[in-house]
């Protein structure tokens, strides 16, 4: 079974940054591609980022230029570098796992299939 774990939400001012960090404990991690999701109160779960096996990644349009996937191989680890934070980033932000092996990420929900808990991400005015 595969688990993953967020870490590094928390409440910041408009124009700060974050790191998430999502731990996997599975050891075959590096033929996952992995994505960041968002869901704030009231509003449906949306891609912000997303890292293919290789490397190759996906931003949705809010966040191009302002954040930043990455993976560690050898950690098992997948980070979302949040620069430039707005109050609309606000939400509870989760890691997702997809066995796909593809040159490009998966860009819709249905192909993750394992989730984290969630982190609480709250960029203030």
């Known amino acids: 079974q595969v688990q993953l774990v967020e870490s590094g939400g928390g409440l910041v001012q408009a124009g700060g940054s974050l790191r998430l960090s999502c731990a996997v404990s599975r050891r075959t991690f590096s033929v996952y591609a992995m994505g960041w999701f968002r869901q704030a109160p009231g509003k449906e779960r949306e891609l912000v980022a997303a890292?293919?096996?290789?490397?190759?990644?996906y931003y949705a349009d809010s966040v191009k230029g302002r954040f930043t996937i990455s993976r560690d191989n050898a950690k098992n680890t997948v980070y979302l570098q949040m620069n430039s934070l707005k109050p609309e980033d606000t939400a509870v932000y989760y890691c997702a796992a997809a066995p796909i092996l593809t040159q490009r990420p998966p860009i819709n929900r249905e192909e993750y299939d394992h989730w984290g808990q969630g982190t609480q991400v709250t960029v203030s005015s």
């Open positions: 890292i293919s096996s290789g490397g190759t990644t």
